[in-house]
């Protein structure tokens, strides 16, 4: 399979000026870490793409975890902060922090005990954008969907879910590292997979190549004539396998390249059609009324 590939920086979509709006913060309600009766200390944190890296300053969600277990056995939450760089107030103590940006993440421990401190987060992520094409044609946008897996299997030969149904050209964040990508241009059996790799502080742009085409499929009584009513439709592959059914006049389907066998019912009569799909040459399928 074909693949175009890529890359470009992720900081000049996601990084805004430095004087941009600090991130939000709100604070869980009668939290122990924010008690007002004791000495509070700022902790300041800051996350970047990659050592040397601007501040991300927009699209990250901060949460703070006091590092003790509560009377029911989790780590309570003390505050969480949506933006770029957040600013909090929180009593001396041990936190467990993290950084999420889109599907990337960082965490880490910090220890607040007497003073002011500042964290910076490396986050180590990059950006993956997905299109796909069909016969050199770009595919629409209402007919495609991406799925972003990790790249290993378990023991089942499954993979882990990152993202489903993921739109095209949309920027998906993620840890530096490679991903499996399952691509499906309709609902039916047109898919593709690749492995892609994702690079610390730039996008990967991919352009899946796949083999397939958009079809209609009509009941007529002379070719280029109006859809017969009251039909009941099966697409079987060569083997046999039924991959598609509609009561529609004309339904529209998308197909993977190959041979395939339409099947109408119209009243108590059958009519049957083998056709080809191939690449990108959309068709319309007429099944004459014989």
């Known amino acids: 399979m074909h693949i175009r590939i890529q890359t470009f920086l992720l900081v000049f979509l996601f990084i805004v000026?430095?004087?941009a709006q600090n991130a939000i913060v709100e604070y869980e309600t009668n939290s122990p870490s924010t008690n007002p009766s004791r000495p509070g200390y700022e902790v300041k944190l800051n996350a970047s793409l990659v050592a040397e890296g601007d501040s991300i300053e927009r699209g990250l969600v901060w949460r703070v975890f006091r590092d003790t277990l509560d009377q029911n056995g989790k780590i309570p939450l003390?505050?969480?902060?949506?933006?770029?760089?957040?600013?909090?107030?929180v009593n001396a103590g041990t936190y467990l922090i993290h950084a999420a940006f889109g599907r990337a993440g960082a965490s880490?421990?910090?220890?607040?005990?007497?003073?002011?401190?500042?964290?910076t987060f490396i986050l180590r992520a990059g950006g993956l954008e997905l299109n796909a094409e069909t016969g050199e044609k770009p595919i629409p946008v209402k007919d495609l969907r991406f799925s972003i897996f990790e790249r290993e299997q378990n023991e089942d030969g499954e993979r882990k879910m990152i993202a489903?149904?993921?739109?095209?050209?949309?920027?998906?964040?993620?840890?530096?590292g490679t991903y499996h990508v399952l691509s499906r241009y309709g609902s039916i059996n047109a898919t593709v997979r690749a492995d892609l790799e994702v690079k610390a502080g730039l996008v990967t742009s991919a352009v899946l190549q796949h083999r397939g085409a958009a079809l209609s499929l009509r009941l007529v009584s002379s070719l280029g004539g109006d859809p017969i009513a009251n039909t009941a439709w099966?697409?079987?592959?060569q083997d046999g396998e039924k991959v598609f059914s509609s009561?529609?006049?004309?339904?529209?389907?998308?197909?993977?390249?190959?041979?395939?066998?339409?099947?109408v019912r119209n009243g108590d009569d059958d009519y049957r059609k083998t056709?080809?799909?191939r690449p990108?040459?959309?068709?319309?399928?007429?099944?004459?009324?014989?």
């Open 280 to 290: 990108g040459q959309d068709a319309r399928v007429e099944v004459l009324l014989q």
């Open 17 to 19: 000026p430095a004087w």
């Open 78 to 89: 003390v505050a969480t902060a949506r933006g770029g760089t957040a600013s909090l107030i």
């Open 247 to 263: 009561r529609s006049v004309s339904p529209f389907l998308i197909l993977a390249e190959g041979t395939y066998e339409a099947v």
């Open 234 to 237: 099966s697409v079987f592959t």
């Open 164 to 176: 489903l149904d993921v739109e095209p050209s949309k920027v998906v964040q993620l840890n530096e």
């Open 275 to 277: 056709f080809l799909v």
């Open 108 to 119: 880490k421990r910090v220890i607040v005990s007497g003073e002011d401190t500042t964290e």
